[in-house]
């Protein structure tokens, strides 16, 4: 009777390791089955263009090709290796060691081949080696814009800028060729092929204007090689809804032939400074001081000056034991009574030290929260810098007389941008943005990009008061080198000292300059920063030029009619 069950137990064992065999893992194992008869070569897709705000290519492709080799279907192993590495320059020993390997059923030789070296290993007719269709990144300006482009791997992957940030919506889906082969990988007489066609990637229309990135282009490069600065850089926005009109750093690198085996050298010139660097501003940073002291006496504080309020500016200020002065000496009673908007001509700090510390931190915080700085931004840019925000609590008089005038508190330049462009536009800050559409991969259908009002820290009264004044900074006072006669043209210089290791670093000075134009209707806003400028390094003389020349440049560009 035992005998009679054990038989019965093992039978129901083996009918149902037949039974999970056939009904349970029969899917997997016919596909299992077909895998090993079945061979696919990838059709790489397009991926998707990226063009200017004008429809103007910026990157594109050209087609290109893969390489493979399939090792147990080469029936001359040496003289495979031989001719791959001839022709596709890639070393013969290596290669030969993969292809004396039977583990692999397949092995990428090389990818982004030029047609003409396809050609000549088709005319070798070399056994076990496939091809199929890739693409190369073109990119038509070679170095212009390449920190906000960013580059691809050889597979295509976006590994940086809008290439890394859009990925998804530039790889499209890739398809393939499939073939049934022999259990050793060849490809069988009477073999059915199969194509999958691949589908194209969309394409990324950007804010940019080239005809303008490419003026900015051009005189950062020249004030770079004019200051011997360390580095130079400049955000063209639109103060209407924040969009990125340029965005130039330099040095730069070409994107046709990016620096890859030296990493560091790529790491440094692919950085886009504007968005992940940040700076102490200086005097630039007095623009948000002014706009908050405006908007509060609109408000009836009375502890805010009202525009005719006059300043007396010729003297040092003791706060917490620390000296504050101007950057001037003050000599022949200079800066010794002036209103706000002499204050921001001449870029006295007592003033604004004044303006901070009778605001008090809470309120003054409220502005500086109100205008972006101590957050992101939120471009559409991997890598954006939070800035540097002494906390709320933890934050001193004498701090808080600093911060009035742009120092001990940090900003990236698409911060101090937006900042600006919110105090001088009517009081709106918007979202920067560097996508204006995304175009379908058939060209018909764009999805376009709707700007979005963030905050609001000031009144159109407030902002329209402060570019009057700062149109007066370029007629009257510092900012002199970047009037245009016939144009309204506003802005603020800015010169601050560096820091190293919590010190002062000696000779060390970033120089910059904000402006816009037309003051009373901002169309274009531009921020120009030279770090470290050899010999002058003041934002009056270094900066403010630049801006001149990028102005001048889109006036024709635009042809722009002068307002007076």
Not at 516 to 538: H, K, M, N, W
């Amino acid at each position: 009777m035992s005998a009679i069950l054990a038989i019965a137990f093992i039978f129901c064992i083996i009918f149902a390791r037949f039974f999970y065999i056939q009904a349970v893992w029969g899917s997997e194992l016919v596909y299992r089955a077909t895998d090993q008869w079945n061979r696919e070569i990838p059709v790489i897709a397009a991926r998707g263009q990226i063009t200017d705000r004008n429809g103007q290519l910026i990157a594109g492709n050209r087609t290109t090709y893969s390489v493979f080799v399939r090792p147990n279907a080469v029936t001359e192993t040496e003289l495979c290796a031989l001719t791959l590495s001839e022709i596709l320059e890639i070393d013969r020993i290596e290669l030969l060691n993969k292809l004396s390997s039977k583990k692999v059923s397949e092995i990428t030789v090389a990818r982004q081949v030029e047609k003409e070296k396809i050609e000549e290993l088709t005319a070798r007719g070399l056994s076990g080696v496939y091809y199929s269709r890739d693409n190369s990144r073109t990119y038509t300006y070679n170095d212009a814009l390449c920190q906000v482009l960013g580059f691809t791997a050889t597979d295509g992957t976006g590994l940086s800028g809008i290439e890394k940030y859009y990925d998804k919506v530039l790889s499209g889906e890739n398809g393939e060729i499939a073939y049934t082969t022999d259990i050793v990988g060849v490809q069988t007489e009477n073999s059915k092929i199969v194509y999958r066609e691949a589908v194209a990637g969309d394409g990324i229309r950007l804010t940019i204007d080239m005809d303008i990135q490419l003026s900015a282009e051009q005189a950062m490069r020249s004030v770079y090689q004019s200051s011997g600065a360390k580095k130079v850089s400049c955000v063209v926005l639109d103060p209407n809804d924040f969009g990125v009109l340029a965005m130039v750093n330099y040095p730069s690198y070409d994107l046709n032939d990016v620096p890859r085996e030296d990493t560091e050298k790529l790491n440094a010139l692919s950085r886009n400074s504007l968005v992940s660097d940040i700076y102490e501003p200086g005097s630039t940073f007095k623009v948000i001081t002014a706009a908050a002291n405006i908007e509060e006496y609109l408000r009836g504080n009375n502890k805010a000056f009202s525009p005719s309020y006059v300043f007396n500016g010729s003297r040092t200020r003791s706060v917490d034991g620390t000296k504050i002065k101007c950057w001037s000496d003050h000599a022949n009673g200079k800066h010794s009574n002036q209103t706000l908007a002499s204050a921001l001509n001449n870029s006295c700090n007592p003033c604004f030290t004044d303006i901070a510390l009778a605001l008090g931190k809470d309120k003054f915080y409220e502005y500086l929260t109100g205008f972006g700085l101590g957050n992101v931004t939120g471009l559409d840019f991997n890598g954006e810098a939070l800035g540097m925000l002494v906390p709320q609590s933890l934050v001193r008089d004498c701090d808080l007389a600093r911060i009035g005038f742009g120092q001990t508190v940090a900003v990236s330049g698409l911060q101090l941008a937006c900042a600006t462009a919110a105090a001088v536009n009517g009081g709106n800050y918007y979202v920067p943005h560097l996508l204006k559409g995304i175009v379908s991969s058939d060209g018909k259908k764009v999805e376009e990009y709707k700007p979005l009002l963030k905050q609001k820290p000031i009144s159109e009264q407030a902002s329209r008061t402060l570019a009057a004044m700062l149109e007066g900074v370029v007629k009257e006072g510092s900012g002199k080198k970047a009037y245009i006669e016939g144009y309204k043209v506003g802005g603020k210089t800015g010169t601050a000292q560096k820091y190293e290791d919590g010190h002062i670093a000696a000779g060390k000075y970033v120089s910059s300059f904000v402006g816009f134009f037309p003051s009373d209707r901002p169309q274009y806003l531009a921020l120009i920063v030279v770090d470290e400028p050899v010999g002058t390094y003041y934002g009056s003389a270094v900066a403010a030029p630049v801006a001149k020349e990028i102005f001048e440049d889109i006036i024709k560009i635009k042809n722009i009619q002068r307002f007076e």
